[in-house]
C-alpha cells in the first residue's frame, strides 16, 4: 500500500514521514478516529515506507524486494493480529487461519466495515473478537528473529476487540517492547481500549474527509458518475469514503425511499386538512404497498430508517445552517416547502414513532398493522 492511494489526509502521511526522516519512530501508535477515514491503509503504508529500501521524500518506491512483498501484505517482517469468528465446531481459532481472507479484503477494497470483514469470513455479520490464544501467537512471531527488514511491524485491527486477558498480554508486550518492534494500532473505539493499553502508545487521531476529496476519489473510481451526484454522495457521507461507498451502493434504495417519503408525507397532511383529493383509502393503499411481502422487512426497515433520518434533517433545516444538514439536493428541495411541518412540538414524536414501527418490523409484526397505524400517527403529529 503506498500513501499515494490513500484519499487525503495529507498530514497525517506528513507526520508519519517525518517520524522516518528524523528517526523517530515511536515504538506503538495509535491510529483512531472514525471508520472509513483510511485509518488501516495508512497504518500498511506507513509500514511500508519504513521498511521500504529506496524511500522517496513523500512515499515508498513500490518496486524494491521489501514493496513487493509489502504490495502483496506478503512480507515476512509484517503480522496482522484483527477480530476473527471462531468457525463452529472448531476448539479455537487464530488470525493467521483468516489471513488469506483478510488480505484479498484489503487488496480488493482498501476501505471496508468491520461488518463487511464479518461477513466475508463468516457469512453473516456475527461480532468477532480477538481471542486470548492470540496473544501467544502475537509472542511467538515477535521472538522470531527479523528476516529482511530492519523493522518487525505488527498491526493490530481494531484492539478494542481483544479479549480481556489478550489485552493483557498486550499490554506487557507495550510495557517491555521488543527491539526494533513497531506496532500500530488501529481503532474505531478507543474509548473501548483499556486505558493502561492507551497510555502507552502515541495517539494519532485520523479526521474525517473533505467533501472535496470524497467527491473527487469517487469520479476517478466510478466511470459514468456525474459530478452532481458525487458531490451531492459526498456531502451527506459526513467525511467517510466508506459511507459515501455505501451510499452510492443503494443509491436506487435512496431515490425510493425519497419518494416513498414524500409521498406519505403529502397525503397525510392533505388528509390531515382535509384536502378533498386525499382520502384515508389512498393512505391505506399506501401502507399495503410498503407493507407487501415482496418488499421485504428489511427494506421496510430501511425505509424507517431513512424517514427518521428525513425528520431529522428537515427539523435542522429550519435552523438555517446548511453546515449542519446533510441532504442531496432533491432531499433539500423538497426541504424548502416540507420542513416548515417539522418543529419542536412534533419532531420527537415523529422520530420516536418511526423508530417503534422499526422496531415492530424487527419483531415480525404483522407490517400491513404497523405502517397503517404509523399513517394515522403522521397525520396527527402533523397537524401540531
Ligand atoms: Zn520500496
Redesign the pocket.
Known sequence: MLFSQIIGQQEVKDRFIRSVSEGRIPHAQLLSGPEGVGKLPLAIAYA?YI?????GARD?????P??LK?NKLAHPDLHFVFPIIKPAGKQSAVCDDFMGDFRKLVQEKTYFSVDEWYSRISGDAKQGMIYTNESEEIVRKLSMKTYEAEYKVMIVWLPEKLHESAANKLLKILEEPYEKTLFLLVSNAPDAIITTILSRTQRIQVPGLADAEIKQALLDRHDGLTEAEAADVARIAGGSYLRAEMLLEDGNESRVNFDRFVTIMRLAWQVGNRKDHASLKTLRKWADDIAASSVGRERQKKFLQYAQRMVRENFIYNLHQADLNYMTSYESDFSVRFSPFINERNVEQLVAELALAERHIEQNVNAKMVFFDLVLKIIMLLKK
Open positions: 511500508q521498511c521500504c529500501e529506496h524511500r515508498a518506491c513500490g518496486v524494491c521489501s514493496c509489502y
